[in-house]
């Protein structure tokens, strides 16, 4: 197989041009903060101190094998064994590893949990609370344990066998098959082509112990593993911890070696065809194989600049096929492309398209003409700055919120380093190396490499399309000849097509001056203006490259008369905003107007509330407030923009629906809002109802007049440099009435009394989902927004070791209670599974009984006492990101609720195996239990 598509030009220009301040042949510098090193007997460690969050700390173990080093008596038994780490360890038996995180306020799944890929398994404790130093020993005690010591007790592996089964069965859905079909050919005749990540069901319930045990002797060995920990840590102690910890590990004698994944090359396509009855896609994919740069290679400058060339031809490429997919005649519904690694040692361009049934192959054909434009021509000298600005701005942006970094971002560089030898850099030091690239490159070099796009060698095309009866479906032949025929065509030349005209002209604006400041609740500032508005302004720094804004009116959708509801569904909605540009710009000119400014502004018409919300750089702020404005005075209503984004919707829903989730979420949220026509579901007959009219006479009414409209901004502003800018584009925005808007009850009911719903819908892969809701009256406030999150915590313990782990009965239980003010003070609990038929009835019963239970004698006091403790550890963690900040406030301002004060002595309080047992009591006092089942039909 050929080297990179790019790496021969990227070596002509290092070879030819030279570089007068970098050398791409020269290894890229690694960050200077991170304690990085390799133990005698092989062991890879990372350690760097980082304060965000304090006194939390992540750890990881990482071992650099997956699904594909199994033998085939070791089917599914990579994933199969990240299970059995976590039940019995030598110094955690049983549980212990959970239960001893959970009382230190983890949660399993969230803050406990592993991952199992085709070539690397990681181990994670997240946000571990490093208030002493006897948690950090037990948290690298942990790994330790993982590294080489997990029991695998038989009798622990027959019992995790049917959670196995059940999240084999949870995963069965159409895009898993997809996928592994997809894998079947572009690795074939390769280790990856037959490996399915989960194993089959037959080998998961007759494999042999010994065959597990011998993967984990195998292949978790000191030389495969990496240790990492990133957080508010002494990191030369963690280090020294390290050493003597794990250095007690042997150096493995005679190890088996991992090998590379070698694909064999193909000279002439390779041809899959695609259908399933659930799917709700027709699409074809087109990838180009190459080889992947050799790890020893990836850390060098070169490595870099490879990239760089890839991601300017790739913005470039989805900015065409993007414009193209905006237009009204569009040959496709949208399309994709891309470079990335599909495995350690094999690279592709990615290229995919989806259409409408049975027009896959016209729409193909447009894809590879766009393609094919690329090869002759190249791109415009436009397109290209618009690109490489686009680049370098992500890079600045980077390099600005360095230090509000995370401990998760570190953690994600340390792995595909040891994993994949990507370089982990300061991203200041990768901001000016980029900087120095991209100063080196022009169009010539890029449309130089372009012409090698493709060749004829090494093509793989996937086809993907809903299997059903009349549905003509191409073959082979077909697919393949549009390459030939793309080949040989007429393709007139790219044209260059952009706007350096100003959004709008400020002078021209009014505005309303602040009348009043004041200082206001978490450190905000309030500012009224003389038209009555309210501001509420949070400076922060937690990251020195963000500001976000939220303007909230009452009203939403509850103003709105029924016909206009289909065209504000969620779906319908998200398409008009996606495609409608504002004022005479159209989105795709937009975009190009857009190009090196860091700026999302959109507006919002939620069920009571209705506003524009807005995310972005503290640079681009004015940009920001224009296009806010923009949108309540100027908004877009072209049907031909709209009706492109809009037939790619009625194109995919006749699909969708016959999808069964999609059937369950259809029939699960019509029960909870009892058939409400003000809430329709997405339906072609709903579809039939939608109109560009529509959505242009309800977003005008709720638009129109902003009186009483509260505004929040959060994030790194300068007060003094805000307020002109609040004040000339908030105050300017319309206000006709004095007493500005309200939202109104819509008389939704929740369900009521005791309900059954079971019923049947066809599915590829049998199982049961099953919906147990109950729903009351309960008012909203600190206390019992608090009661209800315990119980869902106590719940998630109690079903994870009833139904889970005992039975066997499913890969896991989702408990939501929630509780709200508005329209009406009530709650809803949902207690969600899906489960193997024959299995349903007696699921059902116990988590019915296990809310009886709870009611009649309380809840373990354990599980309380652990859901506290997460609340209380996880108070803090949220505090150092602007969206809480920015919720904080909106909770407070526009409802009156303080979900701040006493929050930890809130918690406390209520808290308690009496508090809960109280709770549950309310809950099933009320009489109302819906039992939603959906089972297979026959």
Known sequence: MKRRLFLSVVLSLVAFLGFA????????????????????????????HNEKPAQRADFYIVTNVGAVQETPDQDGLAHFLEHMCFNGTKHFPGKGIISYMESIGCAFGENINAGTGYEMTSYMLNNVPVTREGIIDSSLLILFDWSAFVTNDPAEIDAERGVILEEKRTRDTYQWRQQVAMMKILFKGSALENVSLIGSEENLKNFKPESLVNFYKTWYRPDMQSIIVVGDVDAEAVVGKIKNLFGQLPKAENPKAKEPVVVPDNTTPLVSIFTDKENNTTGVMLAVKSPAIPMQYRGLG?????????????????????????????????????????????????????????EAVPAFTALMTELERVRRYGFTPDEFDRAKTNILKRYERSMNNAESRQNPQFVDMFISHFTQGEPYMDPEYAYNTVQQYLAMLSPD????????????????????????????????????????????????????????????????????????EEAGEFGTTVWTLENGMQVIVKPTEYKKDEVMVKTVANGGRSVLADELMPSFESNVFAIYLNDSGVSKFPES????????????????????????????????????????????????FEASEFEAGFNQLKAIV?????????????????????????????????????????????????????????????????????????????????????????????????PKGIQKNHFTTPMETPKTSVAIIYTGKMEKNLENDIRMSVLNNVLDQLYTKTIREDEGGTYGVSTMGEVSGEPKPEFALLIIFDTEVAKAAKLIELAKQGLKDIAQNGPNAEYVTKARENMIKSFPERQINNGYWHNLAYQYYSHGRNNYKDYVETVEKVATPESIQKLVQEILSQGNELELVMNPAE
């Open 589 to 636: 000119q937009l975009k190009k107007m857009l190009t090196g400014k860091v700026v999302g502004v959109a507006p919002y018409i939620g069920e009571l509330e209705h506003g524009v919300s807005a995310s972005g750089s503290p640079k681009d702020m004015e940009t920001m407030m224009q296009l806010m404005y923009l949108y309540y005075t100027q908004p877009r």
């Open 21 to 48: 301040q970098v050398n791409p042949q020269a290894p890229l510098e690694l960050d200077k903060k991170v304690l990085y090193g390799k133990l005698d007997n092989g062991l890879t460690y990372y350690v760097m």
């Open 445 to 516: 070099m890029v449309n130089m490499a372009a012409k090698q796009l493709y060749g004829d060698n090494n093509i793989v095309l996937f086809y993907t399309a809903p299997e059903r009866e009349g549905l003509a479906v191409p073959t082979e032949a077909e697919l393949t000849a549009v390459l030939a025929a793309v080949k040989n065509a007429e393709i007139e030349a790219p044209k260059a097509a952009v706007s350096n005209e100003p959004l709008m002209d400020p002078s021209t604006l009014n505005g309303s001056k602040v009348k009043k």
């Open 302 to 358: 070169l490595a870099m600049l490879n990239d760089l060339m890839e991601s300017l031809v790739s913005a470039m490429v989805n900015e065409r096929l993007s414009d193209i997919a905006r237009k009204a005649d569009a040959p496709f519904l949208n399309a994709s492309f891309g470079f990335g690694n599909l495995s350690n040692d094999l690279h592709a361009l990615i290229a995919d398209v989806s259409s409408k049934d049975g």
């Open 654 to 750: 006749p699909n969708i629906l016959k999808q069964p989730n999609m059937v369950f979420s259809k029939a699960l949220q019509e029960a909870m809002l009892s058939n409400s026509p003000r809430r329709p579901f997405l339906s072609e007959e709903m579809l039939d109802k939608v109109s560009i009219e529509n959505i242009k006479k309800g977003y005008t009414q709720l638009m129109a007049d902003q009186t009483g409209l509260k505004v929040y901004i959060t994030g790194n502003v300068n007060l003094d440099e805000l307020k002109p800018m609040v004040e000339k584009y908030i105050g300017s925005l319309p206000t006709l009435s004095r007493k500005g808007t309200s939202w109104v009850d819509e008389g939704i009911q929740s």
